[in-house]
């Protein structure tokens, strides 16, 4: 199943507490992304603070993005929007 970004915040740490469609707010930690390419031109807070929503994923400057997929599969379940 396929589930849209609807928001996004970003932590400290490279974390992202995300909101999808159908309402789960889900905490993602990108650390393990931040010495791959493309996400290593995201090192330095601004810049991972760049993050918005397009299409339905989060993504940065530079043409940068990560799937919804990943993002779901990979976060932790924090809670169901309210």
Do not use: H
């Not at 928001?7 to 393990?32: A, H, P, Q, W």
Request: charged share 30%.
């Amino acid at each position: 199943m396929l589930l849209d970004v609807v928001s996004v915040d970003v932590l400290e740490n490279y974390e992202l507490l995300i909101t999808f469609e159908n309402g789960e707010v889900r905490k993602f930690d990108m650390t393990r992304f931040m010495d791959l390419k493309p996400y290593n031109r995201l090192k330095g807070l601004a810049c991972f603070k760049c993050a918005r929503i397009e299409y339905g994923t989060i993504v940065w400057p530079g043409e940068i993005d990560i799937s919804p997929e990943v993002l779901y599969d990979e976060s932790v379940y924090v809670r169901q929007a309210s």
